[in-house]
């Protein structure tokens, strides 16, 4: 991509404001407890994906840092090896309340699945110990109206392995985890303890919302190697 030095330095210009935004709303304490299934990602480094709905209680976009218990990184990073077909896994956690997670809660137990715990997915790891390290974003939906560009892409990561998380502001809308491979390293590298940056979109709009952020891949506005795409769901946000 032509464009993408300048890109990076915008990037690398945003990246330190975006912590401000993320942390914006405040703790909803009408919200009851509920099995907030999470996608996740990372082998060194994990990370945990919120699969949200328009509606209450799974209405947060959140994404975590988050460190499993010895056994169960050990056991995570075993199973990516002997399955290197399957790129997803997910989370099912405990019961929680999970705007808590920004003041009361650090750590919860889940099920770890090979693919989507609710579709068929395979039970692994019971009753893995799940450490939030860091809120990298939380954001409560809006069903009522639309707040940004439709194609805003929430990137993040580390050194090793970086993310593209699409970021879900209307209704309808679509959840997107995508793997890519940064080719500015000085990027990649300032996302190392846990930064994140709002990579904005030029996708041409259409009627479809499946047709919406496709086309080139210009809309990711970085430049980068071999994207795979982890997770990408339109029904459950209609």
Same mark, same amino acid.
């Given at each position: 991509?032509?464009?993408?030095?300048?890109?990076?330095?915008?990037?690398?210009?945003?990246?330190?404001?975006?912590?401000?935004?993320?942390?914006?709303?405040?703790?909803?304490?009408?919200?009851?407890?509920?099995?907030?299934?999470?996608?996740?990602?990372?082998?060194?480094? %994990?990370?945990?994906? #919120?699969l949200? /709905?328009?509606?209450?209680?799974? +209405?947060?976009?959140?994404?975590?840092? @988050? !460190?499993?218990?010895?056994?169960?990184?050990?056991?995570?990073q075993?199973?990516?090896?002997?399955?290197?077909?399957?790129?997803?896994?997910?989370?099912?956690?405990e019961?929680f309340?999970?705007?808590?997670i920004?003041?009361?809660?650090?750590?919860?137990?889940?099920?770890?699945y090979?693919?989507?715990?609710?579709?068929?997915?395979?039970?692994?790891?019971?009753?893995?110990?799940?450490?939030?390290?860091?809120?990298?974003?939380?954001?409560?939906?809006?069903?009522?109206?639309?707040?940004?560009n439709?194609?805003?892409?929430?990137?993040?990561?580390?050194?090793?392995? %970086?993310f593209?998380? #699409?970021?879900? /502001?209307?209704?309808?809308?679509? +959840?997107?985890?995508?793997?890519?491979? @940064? !080719?500015?390293k000085?990027?990649?590298a300032?996302?190392?303890?846990?930064?994140?940056a709002?990579?904005?979109?030029?996708?041409?709009?259409?009627q479809?919302?499946k047709?919406?952020?496709?086309?080139t891949?210009?809309?990711?506005?970085?430049?980068?190697?071999n994207?795979?795409i982890?997770?990408?769901?339109?029904?459950?946000?209609?």
């Amino acid at each position: 991509m032509k464009r993408s030095s300048i890109i990076s330095r915008v990037i690398l210009a945003i990246i330190f404001t975006c912590s401000i935004l993320t942390f914006s709303q405040t703790h909803d304490t009408k919200d009851h407890p509920g099995i907030h299934g999470m996608v996740l990602l990372g082998s060194d480094t %994990q990370y945990a994906s #919120h699969l949200p /709905l328009f509606h209450s209680p799974h +209405d947060y976009q959140v994404i975590l840092k @988050i !460190k499993l218990d010895e056994t169960s990184t050990l056991n995570y990073q075993k199973d990516r090896v002997v399955h290197p077909e399957n790129n997803m896994y997910t989370l099912e956690p405990e019961k929680f309340v999970l705007p808590s997670i920004l003041n009361d809660i650090t750590t919860f137990k889940a099920n770890i699945y090979r693919g989507h715990f609710e579709r068929g997915g395979e039970l692994i790891i019971k009753d893995a110990q799940v450490e939030i390290t860091k809120v990298l974003y939380f954001h409560k939906l809006n069903k009522d109206k639309s707040e940004g560009n439709p194609c805003d892409y929430i990137l993040f990561g580390d050194q090793k392995e %970086q993310f593209l998380a #699409h970021q879900i /502001l209307n209704r309808p809308d679509f +959840d997107e985890l995508s793997k890519i491979d @940064i !080719k500015n390293k000085n990027v990649a590298a300032t996302l190392q303890n846990g930064e994140i940056a709002i990579v904005s979109s030029k996708a041409k709009k259409t009627q479809s919302l499946k047709e919406k952020c496709s086309g080139t891949k210009e809309y990711k506005n970085i430049s980068f190697n071999n994207p795979e795409i982890i997770y990408l769901e339109f029904d459950e946000l209609q």
